[in-house]
């Protein structure tokens, strides 16, 4: 998990992209909803560098929350995981995040609800 103390702009786009090629081998589908941060200067500068040849990207139609299960993923550990949490500082907060995310990983039924709930058949 990639966590910033900022709002994410192109360049953690970018970051975030050359994260997932470390970690995850062969071709990649990516896809995502059309905020400017996905489609800013950076982006296209790196897809256009070489990031395009294992990445593909594909746009969910405008607002389209229904589609994207990423909605209901991050509203789970929202609702329930961190709810009613006060944190002390960043610090705090990113490991809270952190192990929530740990949880969530280990919750498979939850994620395959959220993707059958969009219409997606795992």
């Not at 790196?46 to 509203?75: C, K, M, T």
């Not at 329930?80 to 952190?98: G, P, Q, S, T, W």
Request: net charge positive.
């Amino acid at each position: 998990m990639l966590v910033q103390d900022h709002p994410y702009k192109s360049p953690d786009i970018v970051r975030f992209l050359k994260h997932l090629l470390r970690y995850i081998p062969g071709k990649l589908l990516v896809i995502w909803d059309g905020a400017p941060i996905h489609r800013g200067q950076p982006v296209r500068d790196f897809l256009a560098q070489g990031g395009s040849h294992r990445i593909r990207l594909e746009q969910f139609p405008g607002y389209a929350p229904d589609l994207n299960p990423v909605e209901g993923i991050w509203s789970y550990p929202k609702r329930v995981e961190v709810a009613n949490v006060c944190c002390l500082n960043l610090i705090h907060l990113r490991r809270r995040l952190r192990l929530a995310t740990a949880r969530l990983r280990h919750k498979r039924s939850v994620i395959q609800a959220w993707a059958r709930e969009c219409g997606y058949d795992l």
